[in-house]
């Protein structure tokens, strides 16, 4: 698939660019647009021309949440059957770091397609929430738990059961976001991160991303051993040992691209 109708996927250096391109829905995830954004991740997932993705919106809407015109009619056996969002699964699972580029509306799907992303950078524009309350349902791509790990049972629990919208300063202090920065600089702000990941050695950034993630997923003391082992077994790369000679003698790490 690369004739995508709902994203834009491109290229610029190392970083893979991925921006959600339906405005006229406020860029809310249909069946179509899930599917071209997990088939282009994993694209760029096995290219290893790129070392970081970064996914964003418009300046009015990151994603104003699931397709709620194509979601109203179905079924719960549809829904069931259908698994509409299991591709997501995929897009969450790519080894590759995600940096998310959230300007306007991150709603319902929007914030939770954020929270699947490594980084999240805020415009001071960005309004977060989960208000699926107000159509009859709860969150269904992973909102009830990984918003409870960002920001605790608490204020997840507040947000999920009134719908009520948080503004990205009260996001960031929230622990949602990592960093806000003035609406005008938010890309440039994404693409200069995603360089900094892609600069990095690969792998030691899929080992970085597969610790942070075991401690979203797993128990600690289960982390704790895959950081052990992850950490031990990157002494078998060339770049450890490029990274720690480089530092000896005092100059730049050049880490192997290819
Ligand atoms: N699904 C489908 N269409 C959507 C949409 C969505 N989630 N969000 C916005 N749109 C459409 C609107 O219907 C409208 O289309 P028309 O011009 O054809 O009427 C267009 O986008 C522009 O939206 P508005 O006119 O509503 O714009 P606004 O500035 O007045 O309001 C908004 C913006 C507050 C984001 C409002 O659109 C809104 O509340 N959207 C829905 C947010 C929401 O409930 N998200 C959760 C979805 S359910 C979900 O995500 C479940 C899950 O976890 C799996």
Known sequence: MSDYTTIVSETRGRVGWLTLNRPEALNALNSTLVAELADAAMAFDRDEAIGAIVVTGSERAFAAGADIKEMAGKSARDMA??????????????????????AGFALGGGCELAMMCDVVLAADTAVFGQPEIDLGVIPGIGGTQRLTRAVGYYK??????????????????????????????LLDEAGAVAERIASRSLPVAYAAKQALRASQETSAAEGLRLERTLFASLF??????????????????EFRHR
């Open 156 to 185: 997840a629990a507040e947000l999920v059961l009134t719908g009520r919208r948080m503004p990205a300063e009260e996001a960031e202090r929230a622990g949602l976001v990592s960093r806000v920065v003035p609406a005008a600089q």
């Open 81 to 102: 059957m259908e698994n509409p969002f299991a591709a997501l699964e995929d897009f969450a699972r790519v080894r590759t770091p995600v940096v998310a580029a959230v």
């Open 236 to 253: 078998a790369l060339e770049d450890q040992k490029e990274g720690m000679a480089a530092f000896a003698e005092k100059r730049a790490p």
